[in-house]
């Protein structure tokens, strides 16, 4: 189990135990997060699913592909520390993340 | 009558169905919510039941939109294994089978589709399509007995499936009517494409192919001999070859109807008061002459948003142009926009290497694109398209600029 923050635009905070195995997006999805959309499902093929990882822990996450990299750097709100939250599979080392919501996400 | 009262009925329980719910909920709607469906599920995505949940890669679990929870947490009531037989526009009410009625004030129709059949194949027992849950985890169930599948079809959901088989170690030949791949929905540098990517993968292609005979032993089929006079055995039969919108519930009440239950611009039917969204709507699109009925599950999106804002009395969304993504082996296929018209093609990357796009215009106008493994072209074009913006077959030619350095040199001429 790791425990992770999201933060939504108006700065709202839930803390979720996400289950290992599963990406951030379903474990955004499947506790009632809603600015995650997720149009796809998790295909890496919408972008709908875009958070900022906090700084410090982003290398946790691994690297993005070059497909997620393509996806993100038409988003008008990307940053450094953008992913998909759909890549980002829970393990153990994530306990703690932090995601925040862009805002295009709402 | 207070607006809390009014009552909200959904046929269907797919993502097109969910999506409504809750971006109606999401817009804060106070209405009662009923959606009422066939299967025995809560709503679940189909597109991985070819791909991800055939190959074992993703359990059943993970293919829900939402969990329970969610319906509860938002007063969704979900009816599942009902079968609405009747649908009355004039006492406004919906009836299921076992005689249960629901009044409405609101009904969307969000029925689906379903596969076409050939008709000498109904009832055999080793003749399997894919559309639900049930049909994706009878096919799995089977695999791992099966030497040999006929795929009749060459569309997308054949070729998921064919991808899946082939990486299962099941000997598959794929039969197209067509002369070549996907004829309906890209063009045909990327059905070259695919063509040699399943060959590549072992996957026998035929062409051209009409089925002489299905070659039956009691209720089974054990081969397939087609037109050119040659012969395969076989263990199961997969039916591709396209679906048939559910709407002879909308037509028997007197609601219009064509190839899909016809709507307007606000996914409202010809009776006020009554949607149809999904893969069952026949709808009209910017830039179409004709109403379209798109089968896809960001159409399935946008129109469930598009209906949830109308019956709030908001703005109609922003326009999304129709878009589209399949996973074949290692290759990402994305194309977004509408390539029907076009009347010329022109092809940006490596096609050897696996890695481009084709771009599709109608003399000057862009439409639409097919990217392989090229993302960036995808969601430039998607950009374009959403954002109005011109983008010519000259700038497309220039190769010695990304998509990128295109897409914001267009948006920079619009500032």
């Given at each position: 189990?790791?425990?992770?923050?999201?933060?939504?635009?108006?700065?709202?905070?839930?803390?979720?135990?996400?289950?290992?195995?599963?990406?951030?997006?379903?474990?955004?999805?499947?506790?009632?997060?809603?600015?995650?959309?997720?149009?796809?499902?998790?295909?890496?093929?919408?972008?709908?699913c875009?958070?900022?990882?906090?700084?410090?822990?982003?290398?946790?996450t691994?690297?993005?592909?070059?497909?997620?990299?393509?996806?993100?750097?038409?988003?008008?709100?990307?940053?450094?520390?953008?992913?998909?939250?759909?890549?980002?599979?829970?393990?153990?080392?994530?306990?703690?993340?932090?995601?925040?919501?862009?805002?295009?996400?709402? | 009558?207070?607006?809390n009262?009014?009552?909200?009925?959904?046929?269907?329980s797919?993502q097109?169905?969910?999506?409504?719910?809750?971006?109606?909920?999401?817009?804060?709607?106070?209405?009662r919510?009923?959606?009422?469906?066939?299967?025995?599920?809560?709503?679940?995505?189909?597109p991985p039941?070819?791909?991800?949940?055939?190959?074992?890669?993703?359990?059943?679990?993970?293919?829900?939109?939402?969990?329970?929870?969610?319906?509860?947490?938002?007063?969704?009531?979900?009816?599942?294994?009902?079968?609405?037989?009747?649908?009355?526009?004039?006492?406004?009410?919906?009836?299921?089978?076992g005689?249960?009625?629901?009044?409405?004030?609101?009904?969307?129709?969000?029925?689906?589709?379903?596969?076409?059949?050939?008709?000498?194949?109904?009832?055999?027992?080793?003749?399997?399509?894919?559309?639900?849950?049930?049909?994706?985890?009878?096919?799995?169930?089977?695999?791992?007995?099966?030497?040999?599948?006929?795929?009749?079809?060459?569309g997308?959901?054949?070729?998921?499936?064919?991808?899946?088989?082939?990486?299962?170690g099941?000997?598959?030949?794929?039969?197209?009517?067509?002369?070549?791949?996907?004829?309906?929905?890209?063009?045909?540098?990327?059905?070259?494409y695919?063509?040699?990517?399943?060959?590549?993968?072992?996957?026998?292609?035929?062409?051209?192919?009409?089925?002489?005979?299905?070659?039956?032993?009691?209720?089974?089929?054990?081969?397939?001999?087609?037109?050119?006079?040659?012969?395969?055995?076989?263990?199961?039969?997969?039916?591709?070859?396209?679906?048939?919108?559910?709407?002879?519930l909308?037509?028997?009440?007197?609601?219009?109807?064509?190839?899909?239950?016809?709507?307007?611009?606000?996914?409202?039917?010809?009776?006020?008061?009554?949607?149809?969204?999904?893969?069952?709507?026949?709808?009209?699109?910017?830039?179409?002459?004709?109403?379209?009925?798109?089968?896809?599950?960001?159409?399935?999106?946008?129109?469930?948003?598009?209906?949830?804002?109308?019956?709030?009395?908001?703005?109609?969304?922003?326009?999304?142009?129709?878009?589209?993504?399949?996973?074949?082996?290692?290759?990402?296929?994305?194309?977004v926009?509408?390539?029907?018209?076009?009347?010329?093609?022109?092809?940006?990357?490596?096609?050897a290497?696996?890695k481009?796009?084709?771009f599709?215009?109608?003399?000057?106008?862009?439409?639409?694109?097919?990217?392989?493994?090229?993302?960036?072209?995808?969601?430039?074009?998607?950009?374009?398209?959403?954002?109005?913006?011109?983008?010519?077959?000259?700038?497309?030619?220039?190769?010695?600029?990304?998509?990128?350095?295109i897409?914001?040199?267009l948006?920079t001429?619009?500032?």
């Open positions: 189990m790791a425990k992770i923050t999201f933060v939504s635009n108006d700065g709202e905070e839930q803390v979720i135990e996400a289950a290992e195995g599963e990406s951030v997006m379903e474990t955004a999805l499947n506790n009632g997060i809603d600015w995650i959309m997720a149009d796809c499902g998790g295909a890496c093929a919408c972008a709908t875009h958070v900022y990882v906090d700084e410090d822990q982003l290398e946790a691994g690297e993005p592909s070059e497909m997620e990299n393509s996806m993100l750097e038409f988003n008008d709100h990307q940053q450094s520390n953008s992913r998909l939250s759909c890549q980002i599979k829970v393990t153990e080392d994530l306990d703690g993340l932090r995601v925040t919501a862009p805002e295009s996400q709402y | 009558m207070a607006t009262m009014e009552k909200l009925v959904i046929i269907g797919g097109a169905a969910i999506q409504l719910s809750a971006s109606l909920r999401q817009k804060k709607y106070d209405g919510i009923t959606m009422i469906g066939e299967e025995p599920y809560l709503a679940y995505q189909r039941l070819s791909k991800a949940f055939l190959k074992g890669e993703l359990e059943e679990g993970r293919l829900f939109l939402k969990p329970q929870k969610f319906y509860d947490d938002k007063d969704i009531e979900l009816i599942s294994g009902a079968r609405v037989e009747k649908v009355d526009t004039a006492n406004k009410a919906v009836t299921i089978g005689g249960t009625s629901y009044s409405y004030d609101k009904l969307v129709f969000a029925t689906g589709t379903r596969p076409r059949m050939i008709p000498e194949l109904e009832g055999a027992e080793n003749v399997q399509v894919m559309r639900t849950l049930d049909d994706a985890k009878a096919l799995k169930t089977q695999v791992d007995k099966l030497n040999h599948v006929t795929i009749v079809g060459g997308y959901i054949g070729l998921e499936a064919a991808a899946v088989l082939r990486k299962m099941v000997a598959v030949d794929v039969l197209e009517r067509m002369p070549r791949l996907l004829a309906r929905v890209i063009g045909e540098e990327i059905s070259d695919f063509k040699n990517l399943h060959e590549a993968n072992g996957v026998n292609i035929r062409l051209g192919a009409e089925v002489q005979a299905y070659q039956k032993d009691g209720n089974s089929i054990k081969g397939v001999e087609l037109n050119d006079g040659t012969t395969s055995k076989t263990d199961l039969i997969l039916v591709g070859i396209g679906v048939l919108p559910n709407q002879e909308a037509a028997e009440a007197g609601i219009e109807v064509g190839n899909g239950i016809i709507v307007d611009e606000n996914c409202e039917t010809s009776v006020s008061g009554i949607y149809a969204i999904g893969d069952n709507a026949l709808r009209p699109l910017e830039g179409q002459s004709e109403k379209l009925r798109l089968e896809s599950v960001p159409n399935a999106i946008d129109m469930a948003e598009t209906a949830a804002r109308h019956i709030l009395g908001l703005e109609r969304p922003a326009y999304d142009p129709p878009w589209f993504w399949s996973d074949q082996y290692d290759t990402k296929i994305q194309t926009g509408l390539f029907s018209e076009h009347t010329e093609t022109f092809v940006r990357g490596d096609v290497a696996g481009f796009s084709v599709y215009f109608k003399s000057e106008t862009f439409l639409a694109v097919d990217s392989v493994n090229d993302p960036q072209s995808f969601m430039a074009c998607k950009n374009i398209l959403k954002m109005g913006l011109r983008l010519t077959s000259e700038a497309v030619q220039d190769q010695s600029k990304t998509m990128m350095d897409f914001k040199e948006k001429q619009k500032v």
